[in-house]
């Protein structure tokens, strides 16, 4: 078997699959629990989300509350901090067993003792150690996992690690998700950390009501060496295994002056972990005879998808699952030879799997120093964690079949060499520089270990 059939058939699971309308959509049961820590009564947000206190959930810890924390989020304005005890829990009540659900807290210190000492300590979810926050005076700390609940209840932790250093949340949200999402790696076995979720052309980050599971998409600024091109479709079908919210499909990236093809560092720690990514294609126009555009996907310059046409009002995706890879991986997304169009890239997510061990799961979870929960999530990822060996779980029919290897189609061999005007994908024109949105001061990364989140890079071959 040849370096790529190889590749393939033992780490790497790829499909490309459109508008599939025989699933059902979801519903306002999505949104399980949206917790505020601290709150004094319940309250309904400005996006319909109905919110609780904490107070019948726990009996330790005192209730802070932080001056001007409402311009990020009202369940920013309150936090609870535990004094005692190393290892303070919440128990959450979730409707099933075994349900499949995406858990997000939120921690914002805000100098609320006037120390200006933000803490640093760990988070855990159902014994399984998830991540160590590092606080910020000014950046709101987002953690968030996906994964099946194996009882009819979560359990959320905070660990204090520092003596003297107090751990505290602000809000824990719960959500769920359809069983049929994210189903490409072993569940039972696995959980998946968020790293990464953005999209093009957005004003604003898109969360619920637009997206039902209440997901956080991150705008994507486009640098000079890309432009954002606004979808025409007047209507969008997005029903598809993930279900990627319409919201986020009203644009896309295409390379600018001329390129063609858009080359990108791997979403991911810079560390080789267990990857799972999707990217997110739609066509934004309607062509006109003659018109084509047929694109290809590369990792490390090999070819891992058969040619596919995104379609104009739907929506296919391409994912990457159980492969190890890192920020050192290289994503390629080319036309054929025979397009007479460049890339489009409407959204991406990028998440690393850790395995499930009930109290040791993921050594040395990274810290995430980013902005409020109303605004973007944090991109943690696990770090120093072991390959994996999880097998991907059965995938749903699509109208596009996915190849048994990988296939090159036209003379690949010739393409030009990359221009390389490498830019954050957080962009704002200022490479390592995050752009996070209003009323947040975009000066600092999420840690992974010791070292900065890198930027999402991205290059145009002309």
Same mark, same amino acid.
């Given at each position: ?70 311009? #990020? ?43 200006? =000492? ?157 990857? +799972?990514?999707?990217?997110? #294609? ?36 391409? +994912? ?6 890192? =920020? ?135």
């Amino acid at each position: 078997m040849g370096t790529m059939e190889s590749l393939f058939a033992t780490t790497l699971l790829l499909v490309l699959f459109l508008f599939n309308p025989s699933k059902a959509a979801t519903s306002p049961s999505s949104l399980i629990a949206s917790i505020d820590c601290g709150a004094a009564k319940s309250y309904t947000d400005g996006r319909g989300i109905s919110w609780v206190s904490d107070s019948g959930l726990i009996k330790t810890g005192r209730v802070e509350t932080i001056a001007n924390a409402t311009s #990020f989020s009202d369940s920013m304005a309150t936090l609870r901090v535990f004094p005692t005890g190393k290892r303070n829990c919440y128990t959450i009540s979730v409707p099933t067993g075994g349900q499949f659900v995406l858990l997000r807290a939120s921690f914002f210190y805000g100098n609320y003792d006037g120390k200006d =000492s933000p803490p640093t300590f760990d988070i855990e979810f159902d014994g399984n150690r998830w991540a160590t926050i590092q606080t910020s005076s000014d950046f709101v700390d987002i953690a968030e996992v996906i994964y099946i609940v194996s009882g009819s209840s979560i359990v959320f932790c905070v660990v204090q690690t520092n003596a003297g250093e107090l751990p505290f949340v602000s809000a824990i949200e719960l959500r769920a998700l359809d069983d049929n999402m994210y189903s490409r790696f072993d569940r039972t076995a696995g959980a998946m950390v968020l790293f990464l979720r953005t999209a093009a052309g957005l004003a604003q980050p898109v969360r619920y009501p637009d997206d039902p599971y209440d997901r956080i998409w991150i705008p994507y600024q486009a640098p000079e060496s890309l432009e954002v091109v606004q979808n025409q479709a007047t209507s969008m079908l997005t029903n598809i295994t993930d279900r990627p919210p319409a919201a986020i499909l009203q644009a896309a990236v295409t390379p600018a002056d001329g390129g063609t093809t858009i080359i990108m560092s791997a979403p991911l720690p810079s560390i080789t972990v267990q990857a +799972y990514i999707n990217l997110y #294609f739609t066509e934004v126009a309607e062509l006109s005879i003659g018109q084509k555009r047929t694109l290809q996907v590369y990792i490390d310059n090999l070819p891992v998808s058969d040619p596919f046409v995104p379609p104009f009002g739907g929506v296919m995706e391409f +994912y990457i699952a159980n492969y190890s890879a890192s =920020s050192k991986t290289q994503i390629e997304v080319r036309p054929t030879t025979d397009s007479t169009l460049p890339t489009v890239i409407s959204a991406l997510e990028s998440y690393v799997i850790v395995p499930l061990s009930g109290g040791s799961a993921a050594s040395n979870l990274p810290p995430s120093d980013t902005a409020p929960s109303d605004l973007t999530p944090s991109d943690t990822a696990p770090s120093d964690l072991p390959p994996t060996d999880i097998a991907p779980s059965d995938v749903p029919p699509s109208d596009t079949e996915p190849s048994d290897s990988p296939t090159v189609v036209g003379d690949q061999t010739k393409s030009p060499p990359a221009k390389n005007t490498p830019v954050s994908i957080f962009g704002g024109g200022q490479k390592g520089k995050p752009s996070l949105g209003n009323n947040v001061k975009a000066n600092r990364f999420a840690g992974i270990g010791a070292g900065l989140v890198f930027p999402l890079l991205w290059m145009v071959v002309l």
